[in-house]
């Protein structure tokens, strides 16, 4: 059975940093492509960033690009986003998500964790 | 940057009726690249369609997508009561990667 779980959400001040983590299990880790989707409270859906299978590709939203980083180990089945200078706006609950095959959508995801900005 | 809008914003049908969504996108979109997802209150998406027309493993044939270019379609042929739910389209484009719909919910009548 395919599982992602994350975690590290939390609330943190204005300007700090936060790492979140996505355990997967389940699939061969490595041969796909992972991303972050966030969904602010009560609002829609958005993309933050992807990285293929081998870590050669990587993509940002604009909104994050330049503070949150992606990155994932394959020999430990985890995907990470280091975000840095976080801001309010960043509150969210942030999803760990598979791509089906390379850019054909998200057929797996985990439950989400919360991350809160605020002072 | 392409932006998919979504209509209606709210659709209102009881169970049993023909639930049609719309997602129109401001640039030619590969079909290839075209995603529906279903979102109930408290949950993760689940993927619905890929390639604008295929249903991923496990979706209700009841579900059904289709359209090219700049326009889809989300069709639920009869609404079951677990249908209620808000639907997101996703496209795929080189150098935005991902884009989101702003959601359709659809609301028991």
């Keep these: 059975e395919v599982q992602l779980v994350e975690s590290g959400g939390g609330l943190v001040k204005p300007g700090g940093s936060l790492r979140l983590s ?13 991303n972050w989707v966030r969904q602010a409270p009560g609002k829609g859906l958005e993309w933050v960033s992807s990285i293929s299978s081998s870590s050669s590709y990587i993509y940002y939203a604009d ?6 980083t992606i990155s994932r180990d394959n020999a430990k089945n985890s995907l990470y986003l280091q975000m840095n200078s976080l801001r309010a706006e960043d509150t969210a609950v942030y999803y760990c998500a598979r791509d089906l095959y390379v850019s054909s959508g998200h057929d797996y995801w985990g439950q989400g964790t919360l991350v809160t900005v605020s002072s | ?5 979504q209509s209606p914003g709210t659709l209102s049908l009881s169970p049993g009726e023909r639930a049609t969504l719309s997602c129109r996108a401001s ?27 295929s249903r991923a ?22 609404l079951e009561p677990e249908d209620f739910a808000v639907y997101y389209c996703q496209q795929y484009g080189s ?11 659809l609301e028991i009548k």
């Excluded at chain 1, 996505?22 to 992972?34: E, I, L, P, V």
């Excluded at chain 2, 496990?58 to 700049?70: M, N, W």
């Excluded at chain 2, 150098?95 to 919910?105: I, M």
């Design chain 1, 22 to 34: 996505c355990a997967a299990s389940g699939f061969t880790f490595s041969s796909y492509s992972m």
């Design chain 1, 63 to 68: 909104s994050v690009k330049g503070r949150f």
């Design chain 2, 1 to 5: 940057e392409i932006v998919l809008t």
């Design chain 2, 27 to 53: 640039q030619s979109v590969s079909s290839s690249y075209l995603a529906w997802y279903q979102q109930k209150p408290g949950q993760a998406p689940r993927l619905l369609i890929y390639g604008a027309s």
């Design chain 2, 57 to 78: 493993t496990g979706i209700p044939d009841r579900f059904s997508g289709s359209g090219s270019g700049t326009d889809f379609t989300l069709t639920i042929s009869r």
């Design chain 2, 95 to 105: 150098s935005t990667r991902y884009t989101f719909g702003q959601g359709t919910k």
